[in-house]
Nanobody, 114 residues
Framework: QVQLVESGGGLVQAGGSLRLSCAAS????????MGWFRQAPGKQRELVAS???????NYADSVKGRFTISRDNAKNTVYLQMNSLKPEDTAVYYC????????WGQGTQVTVSS
């Protein structure tokens, strides 16, 4: 059993910053990929950023240069630093972890006001 606990969402004005965290616990072994997806109302869930065990990263074009993903392997935690936030970043953000399969967090709301 694996649990993912997210924190750090909230309401921020455009141009502001937020930092999301996601800690994995339980039967953790050989985490391959950690990352974040988001889903806005009426839209499909989309990949925001991912980071592999050796540190390579991927970002959606819409967040490149504004968001930074990082991970602490000792703590089984992934972070998403979000700067220069825009109203279109408003969504529920979901953490995910891939080991033998994908595991998902419960989601945390990020709202950016204009």
């Amino acid at each position: 059993q694996v649990q993912l606990v997210e924190s750090g969402g909230g309401l921020v004005q455009a141009g502001g910053s937020l930092r999301l965290s996601c800690a994995a616990s339980g039967s953790i072994f050989n985490i391959n990929v950690m990352g974040w997806f988001r889903q806005a109302p009426g839209k499909q869930r989309e990949l925001v950023a991912s980071i592999y065990s050796r540190g390579s990263t991927n970002y959606a074009d819409s967040v490149k240069g504004r968001f930074t993903i990082s991970r602490d392997n000792a703590k089984n935690t992934v972070y998403l630093q979000m700067n220069s936030l825009k109203p279109e970043d408003t969504a529920v953000y979901y953490c995910y972890v891939n080991m033998n399969r994908d595991y998902w967090g419960q989601g945390t709301q990020v709202t950016v006001s204009s």
